[in-house]
């Protein structure tokens, strides 16, 4: 029985949620949600959220016992980026990309 959440458009690089999603994959879930806690990148908070979710969906609608559960699948994609411009010298422009992401986690046995 495996049970999912994901969170999409998130305002994070894939690379830096990549970092964090590898801290924790295939560990338990009292385990990662104390790694993700203590750990001090923006990634981490924004995982632990969907870990969280996940947790709530698997006890809610599967009605998985929480003591069990493991990550059995943790991934993060890249989303569609913000192009924007800054004003630099000589009437030219640079272009700002920001980056997003979307976060997939699955919990299972």
């Known amino acids: 029985?495996?049970?999912?959440?994901?969170?999409?458009?998130?305002?994070?690089?894939?690379?830096?949620?990549?970092?964090?999603?590898?801290?924790?994959?295939?560990?338990?879930?009292?385990?990662?949600?104390?790694?993700?806690?203590?750990?001090?990148?923006?990634?981490?908070?924004?995982?632990?959220?969907?870990?969280?979710?996940?947790?709530?969906?698997?006890?809610?609608?599967d009605g998985a016992d929480i003591d069990e559960l493991k990550i059995t699948t943790i991934y993060v994609e890249k989303a569609p980026v913000l192009k924007r411009f800054t004003a630099r010298a000589k009437g030219r422009g640079d272009r700002i990309s920001k980056q997003s992401c979307h976060i997939f986690v699955t919990v299972g046995n």
């Open 1 to 61: 029985m495996e049970t999912k959440a994901t969170l999409r458009g998130v305002r994070l690089s894939a690379q830096k949620g990549r970092l964090v999603a590898d801290l924790i994959r295939g560990k338990k879930v009292d385990q990662a949600l104390n790694i993700l806690q203590f750990s001090p990148k923006k990634g981490a908070v924004i995982i632990k959220k969907v870990l969280e979710s996940a947790i709530a969906n698997a006890e809610h609608n």
